[in-house]
């Protein structure tokens, strides 16, 4: 099945400096790369996703890039704020709709003001 | 009023006891989910419902039931809790056919077993 690996597990950023969270993933036939912010006391919430089909998307200051050769993936964070601050996780699955999400482990990120 | 909503947001029990966790949604989906959090583990899918009649385990089912009692609800059972149980758990739920596999996620049910 399934495998996904994310780094780093903690992350502290001085606040406008950019953040960067990457994931690599072991099933060749995913296709579906979501990304999740969980705030203190919340559930996930989807902040950007990615299909295999794009090698790069973006949201204002939000970003995710793609290598399917690798099978990695990052989500890129620009300018950062306080309210950055927050658990993110990765997730993969072959996006049919029929199988899962695989959940990396976390990554909490500190932006320092 | 939330969309997907759990309870009882925070449990305290002993082992060996009965426990069950609710999940209600009001967004119409069709899919629901639970899952647990462990610190530093990230979200383990313990079972996961495409429709009323339809029950699927996860990653980790072991020492858990499901059941589907409408397509509004997910209860998640604990027949025997014992303490490697205390977590995290969440109820998540998406819709089948809008192209969109984003997961709508509850609060969370915060369960000690002592």
């Known amino acids: 099945g399934e495998n996904v690996e994310q780094h780093p597990s903690t992350l502290s950023v001085q606040e406008g400096d950019s953040a960067v969270i990457k994931c690599t993933y072991s099933d060749s036939a995913s296709n579906y790369f979501p990304w999740y912010k969980q705030e203190l006391g919340k559930g996930p919430q989807l902040i950007i996703d990615i299909r295999s089909n794009v090698g790069e998307k973006k949201d204002q200051r939000i970003a995710v890039t793609l290598n399917k050769t690798a099978k990695h993936f990052s989500l890129h964070i620009t300018e950062t704020q306080p309210e950055d601050s927050a658990v993110y996780f990765c997730?993969?699955?072959?996006?049919?709709?029929?199988?899962?999400?695989?959940f990396g482990k976390g990554t909490r990120l500190s932006v320092i003001a | 009023d939330a969309d997907v909503t759990q309870t009882p947001r925070n449990r305290i029990t002993k082992t060996g006891k009965r426990i069950m966790l609710e999940c209600s949604q009001t967004?119409?989906?069709?899919?629901m989910y639970w899952y647990r959090q462990d610190p530093g583990l990230g979200l383990q899918l313990i079972y996961y419902?495409?429709?009323?009649?339809?029950?699927n385990k996860g990653e980790i089912s072991d020492g858990y039931s499901v059941s589907r009692q409408a397509q509004a609800k997910f209860s998640l059972s604990l027949e025997s809790a014992i303490p490697n149980q205390t977590a995290l758990y969440f109820c998540?739920?998406?819709?089948?056919?809008?192209?969109?596999?984003?997961?709508?996620f509850g609060p969370g049910t915060r369960l000690t077993v002592l």
């Open positions: 419902s495409f429709d009323v009649k339809d029950i």
């Open positions: 967004k119409g989906h069709d899919r």
């Open positions: 997730a993969a699955s072959r996006g049919t709709g029929n199988t899962p999400l695989v």
């Open positions: 998540a739920t998406s819709e089948t056919g809008t192209g969109s596999d984003e997961q709508f």
